[in-house]
C-alpha cells in the first residue's frame, strides 16, 4: 500500500515519540538504579570509589555488587601486566597482545574508518583481559615538535584530531570498554609538565585546543576524561572550575567522569567542588604498600562531609558519574560481550594500519617501488632496523606477541632471492658522535651492494632510569633539539656518495632536522613507530606491493626555531609560565600565513601514482555550502588520495589563518578510474571564535574554497560568497 505524506509523516512521529519514550525511560531507569544504590552506600564506600585502591583501580563495594573499575594504559596497545602498586612479580601471566602503530601514525593514514579498527582492537583486548578503561586516545595538540609524547597524539590540526579519535572512541567503547581522553588540557609538553602553568588566549583555546576535546564528548560520547597535569591560567587544570564545570561538564554535558592524570590532584576542595570524580595515582615513595586513603580525596573527604564543612551530594555526583559509566558498559549486570586478544584478525589490523600511515615524502627519479627481482644484495644500514619499540615510551608500552623490525620485513620480503646484510652504522649511547668504525663498515657492505636501505631516525626511552640517556619519544621529557642523535648525518652524507639511490627511512615520532643531507636524497620515508607489523608494512611500500597514501599529520620544519612556538610562544616557559604567543597560528597556519618554507607541509605525502583534480563546483546555500569534485587516477598503478579541504577568509575581520583544513576523505581509486566526491560544509566551517564576543561568529562575504594533496598543494580553486 502506497501511503499519504500525511500517513507516512504520522507513521513517523508515532516511532519518534516511541524511541524518544524509550530513550528516556532508559534514562529514568538507570538514574533510579543509581539513586538505589547510592541510598544503600556508606559515606566510607562512596568516598573509596572517589580515589584509587591500587596503581591501576578504585574501589568497589561488594556487598552491593559493584566491582573495581579496573584501568590500563595504552593508547596503542593494552599495558603489560604489573600486578598492584608496580608487583612486576607475575610476569609468568600471558599479556602479550596486540602492538597497533603509535598515535601519530594513525593519524597519517588519513582514515577514520581505519581510527575505528584500531579502537575496535584495543577495546576487544582490554576486555579479554579484565580491563574497563583503556587510557587512550591521547589528543593533545602538537605544539612543538619537541614534545616527548606527540609520538602517542595525533596531529597539530583540530579537525583531523577530532575525526580521528571520535572514530577511536567509538571502536574501544562499541566493546563495552570505556575510552579515557587525554590530557585535558594543555598538556603540549613533557618538560615541567607537572608544574607549567599555561596562558593562552580564549581564541587559541577555543579554536585550536578544545574542538578534539568538544568533538569526543558530543560525537563521540566518551565516556571518561583524563585531566593533565598542567596548571591553566593558574589553576591546576584537573580541577580548572572553568575548564571542568563551565565548558566539559557544562557547555558540553558531558555526563561521564573526569579522572586525574596519575598524581595530578593537589587540592582536595578543588577537587571536590571543580569537578574531578575520580582521584587517581600511585605514591611510588610509599611502594610496596601505598596508603591510597591519604590521598586528597580520601579520609580527608569524610572528616569533612562529617564536619559539615562538604554536603554529602557533592560526592554522590562524583559516584553517580562512576555508577553510570559502569552501567553503560554493562559492568554491573555483567552483560559485556567477552572480548579477544591477540588474533590474527588484529595483528592485520596492525599490519593495514602502517602500511596507510607510513608517508612517503619524497621519490626524486621514482627509485621507489624498488623491483626486488632485479636486486640480489641488500645493504640495511641502522641500528633502528634491528630495533624493537614496543617496550618504550614510558605509559605506552606493550608487550608484544611478536614485532617484525624494518630488517626482519625485508627480509621476510625478499626471502632467498636475495641477500640481506646487515650494518649498525651508529650506537645508541648517551651523548654519541659519529662513530667512524661503525660508518666505515657500513660504508664497504654498502659499496658492494645492489640497493642500500637506511634506517634511522628516533628511538624511545625504554625505562624510568634511561630516559636521561637515551629518550627522545618517551613520557616526562622532552628532545633537547631537533638534530639526529648518535652522529646519523654524517652516516646518511657517507652512504649517499657511495650510493646516490639511498632510500632513507625516518622512524619515531615527528619530524627531524635535515639540511644536512636532503637535498642529495632521492628517497625520504617516514616510517613513524610502526607497530608490531612495521617492518612488513614497509617492505610492502618499499618494494610495491602497497603503494604509500599515508599523510603528515604535522608540519615538518627545516628548522627547529622555524616553528612558532619557537619562534613566537614560549617554550618550556618562562619562570614557570609558558604563554602560547602564536596563538591560533600552530602548525600550518602559521607557515601558511607568515609565508615560512617548511621542510614538508601539513598533508603532504607521495604516491606511486598520480591524481587529477577536475571541476571543482562549489554552491552557497542557507548557511552551507556544497562542493563537488572529480578526482581520477592519472598514473599505471591502484592508489589511494587524501584529498583536502581548506577554507580561507578573503577580508577577515579579525586576523584569521591563511587557510584551514575543514574536511578530507580518503579515496581508493584503481588506474584510470575517476571518482566524484561530494562534501558539505556547514556555517561552523566557516566561524571563528569573537574572543571580543566571546562567542563563535561568521562574517558574510567571500570565502576561497581550496582542495588540494597537501596544505602547499592546491590543486583546485573557488571563490564563494556568503550571507552573515
Avoid at 569526543?216 to 571518561?224: F, K, L, R, S, Y
Wanted: glycine fraction near 10%.
Amino acid at each position: 500500500m502506497k501511503l499519504t505524506y500525511p500517513q507516512a509523516r504520522l507513521i513517523f512521529l508515532i516511532f519518534f515519540s516511541a524511541f524518544n519514550f524509550s530513550v528516556h525511560a532508559q534514562r529514568n531507569t538507570v538514574e533510579q538504579q543509581i539513586n538505589q544504590l547510592l541510598s544503600k552506600m556508606t559515606l566510607a564506600e562512596k568516598v573509596g570509589m572517589i580515589h584509587a585502591s591500587s596503581s591501576f583501580t578504585s574501589a568497589g563495594v561488594a556487598r552491593l555488587g559493584i566491582p573495581e573499575l579496573v584501568m590500563s594504559d595504552g593508547p596503542h596497545g593494552v599495558r603489560p601486566e604489573h600486578g598492584r602498586d608496580w608487583d612486576t612479580s607475575n610476569d609468568h601471566v600471558n599479556d602479550a597482545g596486540t602492538y597497533l602503530p603509535t598515535g601519530n601514525a594513525l593519524a597519517a593514514t588519513w582514515n577514520p574508518q581505519l581510527g575505528y579498527k584500531f579502537g575496535a582492537v584495543l577495546g576487544s583486548e582490554a576486555n579479554a583481559r579484565g580491563k574497563d578503561v583503556i587510557l587512550g586516545p591521547g589528543i593533545n595538540i602538537i605544539r612543538t615538535p619537541l614534545n616527548g609524547r606527540n609520538f602517542e597524539y595525533l596531529s597539530e590540526d583540530p579537525f583531523l584530531i577530532s575525526k580521528m579519535a571520535v572514530g577511536y572512541i567509538k571502536g574501544v567503547q562499541d566493546q563495552g570498554i570505556s575510552a579515557s581522553l587525554k590530557h585535558f588540557i594543555a598538556n603540549n609538553q613533557e618538560t615541567d609538565r607537572t608544574a607549567v602553568d599555561v596562558e593562552m588566549s580564549e581564541r587559541a583555546l577555543r579554536e585550536i585546543y578544545l574542538p578534539g576535546f568538544k568533538a569526543a564528548v558530543i560525537e563521540g560520547d566518551v565516556n571518561t576524561v583524563m585531566g593533565s597535569y598542567n596548571k591553566f591560567r593558574g589553576q591546576w587544570a584537573t580541577h580548572n572550575y572553568y575548564l571542568v564545570n563551565k565548558i566539559l561538564k557544562g557547555e558540553w554535558g558531558f555526563k561521564g567522569l573526569l579522572m586525574s592524570d596519575w598524581g595530578a590532584v593537589h587540592h582536595t576542595n578543588e577537587a571536590l567542588y571543580n569537578g574531578t570524580d575520580l582521584e587517581m595515582g600511585t605514591d611510588l615513595g610509599m611502594l610496596p604498600k601505598p596508603n591510597y586513603a591519604k590521598f586528597f580525596m580520601g579520609d580527608t573527604v569524610i572528616t569533612l562531609v562529617n564536619a559539615g564543612k562538604v554536603p554529602v551530594a557533592l560526592i554522590d555526583e562524583k559516584v553517580r558519574r562512576i555508577l553510570r559509566v559502569m552501567i553503560k558498559t554493562g559492568m554491573l549486570d555483567k552483560s559485556r560481550k567477552a572480548g579477544q586478544f591477540a588474533t590474527k584478525e588484529h595483528q592485520q589490523t596492525a599490519l593495514k594500519v602502517a602500511e596507510e600511515a607510513i608517508v612517503l615524502l619524497k621519490n626524486k627519479d621514482q627509485v621507489l617501488p624498488l623491483n626486488a627481482a632485479k636486486i640480489k644484495n641488500i645493504a640495511v644500514i641502522g641500528t633502528n632496523a634491528m630495533k624493537p619499540n614496543a617496550m618504550g615510551g614510558g605509559s605506552s608500552q606493550v608487550k608484544p606477541t611478536y614485532e617484525i623490525t624494518p630488517l626482519m620485513g625485508i627480509q621476510n620480503y625478499v626471502g632467498s632471492k636475495a641477500k640481506v646484510t646487515f650494518a649498525k652504522g651508529y650506537e645508541v649511547a648517551k651523548n654519541a658522535i659519529a662513530n667512524q668504525q661503525l660508518i666505515a663498515e657500513a660504508v664497504k657492505i654498502a659499496t658492494t651492494a645492489d640497493q642500500v636501505i637506511f634506517v634511522g631516525g628516533w628511538v624511545h626511552g625504554y625505562d624510568f632510569s634511561k630516559w636521561d640517556d637515551n629518550a627522545y619519544d618517551a613520557e616526562g621529557v622532552d628532545k633537547k633539539d631537533l638534530k639526529l642523535p648518535f652522529g646519523q648525518d654524517e652516516l646518511i652524507k657517507s652512504l649517499l656518495k657511495v650510493k646516490p639511490n639511498l632510500v632513507i627511512i625516518m622512524m619515531g615520532g615527528g619530524p627531524v632536522e635535515m639540511n644536512a643531507w636532503i637535498d642529495e636524497a632521492k628517497v625520504v620515508i617516514e616510517g613513524w613507530y610502526p607497530g608490531m607489523e612495521g617492518g612488513n608494512a614497509l617492505a610492502n611500500v618499499i618494494f610495491g606491493k602497497v603503494n604509500p597514501s599515508g599523510k603528515l599529520p604535522m608540519t615538518f620544519p627545516k628548522k627547529l626555531e622555524d616553528s612558532p612556538a619557537h619562534k613566537l610562544g614560549d617554550y618550556p616557559g618562562v619562570n614557570g609560565t609558558a604563554v602560547y604567543h602564536e596563538d591560533i597560528f600552530v602548525g600550518y597556519r602559521y607557515f601558511d600565513t607568515y609565508k615560512v618554507e617548511p621542510q614538508f607541509a601539513f598533508g603532504h605525502g607521495l604516491s606511486y601514482t598520480t591524481f587529477k583534480y577536475d571541476k571543482l563546483d562549489v554552491v552557497a546555500g542557507d548557511k552551507k555550502v556544497s562542493i563537488t569534485l572529480t578526482i581520477t587516477n592519472t598514473g599505471k598503478k591502484d592508489g589511494a588520495e587524501v584529498v583536502q579541504l581548506y577554507v580561507g577568509q578573503d577580508e577577515p575581520k579579525l586576523p584569521r589563518p591563511e587557510k584551514e583544513l575543514k574536511a578530507f576523505q580518503k579515496i581508493f581509486l584503481k588506474a584510470g578510474e575517476t571518482q566524484t566526491l561530494k562534501i558539505e560544509l556547514d556555517q561552523t566551517a566557516f566561524q571563528y571564535y569573537n574572543d571580543q564576543l566571546f562567542q563563535w561568529v561568521m562574517d558574510g562575504g567571500k570565502y576561497q574554497i581550496l582542495v588540494g594533496s597537501s596544505s602547499k598543494d592546491i590543486r583546485q580553486v573557488s571563490m564563494v560568497e556568503l550571507k552573515p
